[in-house]
């Protein structure tokens, strides 16, 4: 089971960016993100397979999120721009060492990071 460390989270305006780093200690399959805002449910954002295409986004994300791969690094990346206040949350990373099921389903990943902190003032 591989290790994930996210970094790069902060605080940020309303309409600002942030690029959160996600790297895995050994290669995988595919990784997501997800994020947990207080007294919400975790939440799917955006996911990748390492290797071969497919980027998904959630809807609520879509156009203002990029998630991006390095696979040789075993890295992720999510840009995040023109962020709203709603965007607050724990950001999670997680990785899946095979194909287990849709993107947007926990139950797909075996190895989750310690989350960053995502603060979005209005």
């Known amino acids: 089971q591989v290790q994930v460390v996210e970094s790069g989270g902060g605080l940020v305006q309303s309409g600002g960016s942030l690029r959160l780093s996600c790297a895995a200690s050994?290669?995988?399959?595919?990784m997501g993100w997800f994020r947990q805002a207080p007294g919400k449910e975790r939440e799917y954002v955006a996911a990748?397979?390492?290797?071969?295409?497919?980027?998904d986004y959630a809807d609520s994300v879509k156009g203002r999120f990029t998630i991006s791969r390095e696979s040789a690094k075993n890295t992720v990346y999510l840009q995040m721009n023109g962020l709203k206040p709603e965007d607050t949350a724990v950001y999670y990373c997680?990785?899946?060492?095979?194909?287990?099921?849709?993107?947007?389903?926990?139950?797909?990943?075996?190895?989750w990071g310690q989350g960053t902190q995502v603060t979005v003032s209005s």
């Open positions: 990748t397979r390492m290797n071969f295409g497919t980027l």
């Open positions: 050994g290669r995988t399959y595919a």
């Open positions: 997680a990785a899946a060492s095979a194909y287990r099921g849709s993107f947007y389903q926990e139950r797909t990943y075996d190895s």
